[in-house]
C-alpha cells in the first residue's frame, strides 16, 4: 500500500463529512462518490490522503457545507472560521426560493437528478 503523503488532509476531509452526515464504515466512499460524482476510486483515494480533490472541489464542499475553505485545505484556523467563502448574494427574491434551493442541495445528486426531472415534466 502507498504511503499517504495528505494523512492530515484525509482527517480533516473526514472532520468534514461527518459533520455532513455522511455515515461512517463500508459505505461512506460509495456515498461520496455518489454525492460529489466522482469515482469510487477518486473518493476511496480522498479518504486515504492519497490524492486530494481539485480546488473548486474544495471550495464547493466549503460553501455547501458553511465551512472553512482555508481549514479544509490547509487545517490552518476552525472548521467553521471567520472568514468563509460565500456564494454571491442570493438572486432569490422569496425565502421559499431560497429554502427550497437549500433543501435541494441537501439531496443526494442522485436523487437531484430525479427531483429535476421531476419538475421538468410538469
Not at 54 to 69: C, D, I, P
Request: charged share 30%.
Amino acid at each position: 500500500m502507498p504511503k499517504a503523503p495528505h494523512k492530515e488532509f484525509a482527517k480533516r476531509l473526514h472532520e468534514v463529512w461527518d459533520y455532513a452526515g455522511i455515515a461512517q464504515g463500508r459505505g461512506r466512499t460509495a456515498a461520496v462518490a455518489e454525492y460529489y460524482e466522482v469515482s469510487r476510486e477518486s473518493a476511496r483515494k480522498w479518504s486515504l490522503g492519497l490524492s486530494i480533490p481539485a480546488n473548486e472541489r474544495l471550495r464547493a464542499m466549503a460553501v455547501q457545507l458553511g465551512l472553512s475553505y482555508e481549514w479544509i485545505s490547509t487545517g490552518r484556523g476552525t472548521m467553521e472560521g471567520k472568514n468563509l467563502v460565500r456564494e454571491q448574494p442570493s438572486k432569490y427574491d422569496n425565502p421559499e426560493e431560497l429554502r427550497l434551493v437549500g433543501l435541494v442541495r441537501k439531496l443526494p445528486r442522485k436523487k437531484q437528478r430525479a427531483l429535476i426531472q421531476l419538475l421538468e415534466d410538469t
